[in-house]
């Protein structure tokens, strides 16, 4: 538990420099698959790793599965309001690996989740949030929503579909408002995050015959899409990493 909030506030503070996320995606024929959120802090090892070599602190390459927690936590969780337990839930079926290493310098930590059909998904990345709110919610605290950390699950929605053949991403702006309202939150983020970025990586069962984005790019085998897209750009129009794909027969 206590190397699982480590990494959290490990996340919160990389959030101070640039950072990475990769949504990482590997899609079967019969719609199963796994999906992550990859989120890179080498950048904040590169910076911290000597001092924390100093201080002999040791390499930590753990999995932590998000269902014990909740579960051991579950006392303190169960003062929160209705709606932040139900939010916290949806933790349940998500597992996280960290790695850091101050003598390699180097820091990733993976959330991932197995699935059997892309409709179960939702906005991967606002579980990744919720994470970040963990340590307060376990201890009956409020959870507070860091606007630098992504936009509130409530403004827009996330839906995946997948037929065998046709792939889609599409996020529906469910609030305007709410939206905006964590847009202009956003404040002295837009300074520090500048130079952030978010991509998807999507690995396809078979070659990719179109893409709805000039942006996206193909591997050399034709079955991996990338779109990258900066981080506060994707903070403030979900909408831009939208992509509707179609796979050769």
């Known amino acids: 538990m206590r190397k699982l909030f480590l990494a959290i506030a490990m996340i919160a503070s990389c959030l101070l420099t ?18 992550a959120i990859n989120f890179d802090g080498s950048e904040l090892m590169e910076m911290a790793g000597d001092e924390l070599a100093k201080e002999n602190k040791k390499a930590v390459d753990s999995t932590f599965y998000f269902k014990d927690i909740l579960e051991e936590k579950k006392d303190s969780i169960s003062k929160l309001p209705k709606e932040e337990q139900e939010k916290l839930k949806k933790l349940e079926r998500f597992a ?10 180097e820091m990733k930590f993976e959330m991932f989740t ?19 709110k963990l340590q307060g919610a376990s201890e009956g605290k409020q959870m507070k929503t860091d606007p630098a950390f992504g ?3 409530d403004a827009s929605k996330v839906a995946y579909k997948f037929n065998g053949r046709k792939f889609s991403r599409i996020t529906t702006i469910v609030d305007e408002a709410l939206l905006q309202q964590t847009i202009d939150s956003l404040g002295e983020a837009n300074m520090f995050l500048s130079g952030s970025s978010y991509t998807l990586k999507y690995h396809f069962p078979k070659k990719i015959k179109s893409v709805s ?29 939208d992509l509707e794909v179609t796979l050769e027969k």
């Open 213 to 241: 984005s000039d942006k996206a790019m193909l591997s050399a085998d034709g079955k991996t899409l990338i779109l990258e897209a900066g981080f506060m750009e994707y903070m403030k129009d979900p909408k831009i990493l």
């Open 114 to 132: 197995n699935f059997n059909s892309v409709k179960e998904l939702g906005d991967v990345f606002d579980a990744f949030h919720e994470a970040n």
């Open 151 to 153: 936009a509130n699950s």
């Open 18 to 35: 640039s950072c990475n996320f990769t949504e990482e995606m590997y899609l079967n024929q019969d719609g199963s698959g796994k999906i």
């Open 96 to 105: 996280m690996h960290m790695l850091m290493n101050p003598e390699t310098k």
